[in-house]
């Protein structure tokens, strides 16, 4: 399997925007998840390729948004209204059926939010 990608972390002040893409092929769900040094990694958002589902966390309903584009093999993160707690590695992994686990991830990329 060809490793995901992701792109587009940076630092930001709190109330601002990012997004966050992450290339991949060959999958049934993506899904994107952040860590911090001492925590578990926790999940953000996830969506089908095909069709219409998709999820996020209570943590980020209404502020993050998951999206695709299928031309592209491209899922995007958009993130607004970020808060301090938004800081970490973020990831994107794939899943090849609804039934397996994430198996395969990117590298991360970090997303900072200062004050």
């Known amino acids: 399997q060809v490793q995901p990608v992701e792109s587009g972390g940076g630092w930001v002040q709190a109330g601002g925007s990012l997004r966050l893409s992450c290339t991949a092929s060959?999958?049934?769900?993506l899904g994107w998840f952040r860590q911090v040094p001492g925590k578990e990694r926790e999940f953000v958002a996830a969506?089908?390729?095909?069709?219409?589902?998709?999820y996020h966390a209570d943590s980020v309903k209404g502020r993050f948004t998951i999206s695709k584009d299928h031309a592209k093999n491209t899922v995007f993160l958009t993130m607004n209204a970020l808060k301090l707690d938004d800081t970490g590695v973020y990831y994107c992994?794939?899943?090849?059926?609804?039934?397996?686990?994430?198996?395969?991830w990117g590298q991360g990329t970090q997303v900072t939010v200062s004050s």
């Open positions: 992994a794939t899943k090849e059926s609804q039934t397996t686990t994430w198996g395969n």
């Open positions: 060959d999958f049934f769900e």
């Open positions: 969506i089908r390729w095909r069709g219409s589902p998709k």
